[in-house]
């Protein structure tokens, strides 16, 4: 089955201790990339990703890193998380970009921050 | 910059059609997507509409595009429970590397 895996699902986690949040993809996409939807905002993109090694930043990156050594994974680091990247992240992987292929969503994470 | 907007809510009765609209700033973009989010899901693409064309059908759901007025909307006919839920337009940025979303509209439709 098709899918987009992240992990985990749920993580409450105290300021400035650091987190990954993981993300796979199985359908062999170039592109992955990372959102956060908070309410009233909807959906900002924080990084992407074009291929192996090949990562750019999007609307809002900053607090954020990411890393792609593998075409599967796409894992999100917050080095030093704080109150206000509580929100829930959406991963999702398409075959390129600029085109209008399917993106796929994985289920979220929800991240609050204390 | 670029930027989506759509209602925030839309009740509706179950049977009856639900029209929820957008509109963009962006008169170049060329794909335009609407996704639907079921509480606790992740996201899931229901249709996209190339800028070229006015309108796409799929089964129950209407793509409507006057790219005059930048504006797109999705009909959804003899609405059901199940399709309540956050429906979001999007667009795909200048660039391509980015989907633009709206804030969501709240469908909730009742028996």
């Known amino acids: 089955e098709a899918q987009v895996t992240q992990n985990p699902r749920y993580l409450i986690t105290v300021t400035g201790k650091k987190l990954t949040v993981t993300c796979s993809q199985n359908m062999n996409h170039e592109y992955m990339s990372w959102y956060r939807q908070d309410p009233g905002l909807g959906l900002r993109q924080i990084y992407y990703?074009?291929?192996?090694?090949?990562?750019d930043k999007g609307d809002v990156p900053e607090g954020y890193k990411v890393s792609r050594k593998e075409k599967r994974n796409f894992p999100l680091i917050l080095e030093s998380p704080s109150p206000n990247q509580t929100s829930l992240y959406f991963c999702?992987?398409?075959?390129?970009?600029?085109?209008?292929?399917?993106?796929?969503f994985g289920q979220g994470t929800r991240l609050t921050v204390v | 910059g670029e930027d989506v907007e759509q209602s925030l809510f839309l009740s509706v009765r179950e049977g009856d059609s639900s029209v929820i609209n957008c509109t963009y700033t962006?008169?170049?973009?060329?794909?335009l997507y609407w996704y639907k989010q079921e509480p606790g899901a992740g996201l899931q693409l229901l249709t996209y509409?190339?800028?070229?064309?006015d309108m796409k059908q799929d089964q129950r759901l209407t793509v409507l595009l006057n790219k005059k007025d930048k504006h797109l909307s999705l009909r959804i006919a003899d609405t059901q429970t199940g399709d309540s839920a956050i429906y979001f337009c999007?667009?795909?940025?200048?660039?391509?590397?980015?989907?633009?979303f709206g804030k969501g509209t709240t469908l909730s439709v009742s028996s």
């Open positions: 962006d008169s170049s973009s060329t794909y």
């Open positions: 999007a667009e795909l940025n200048q660039a391509g590397t980015a989907l633009i």
């Open positions: 990703s074009m291929n192996v090694e090949v990562t």
């Open positions: 509409i190339f800028s070229n064309m």
């Open positions: 999702a992987s398409s075959l390129s970009s600029g085109q209008a292929t399917e993106a796929f």
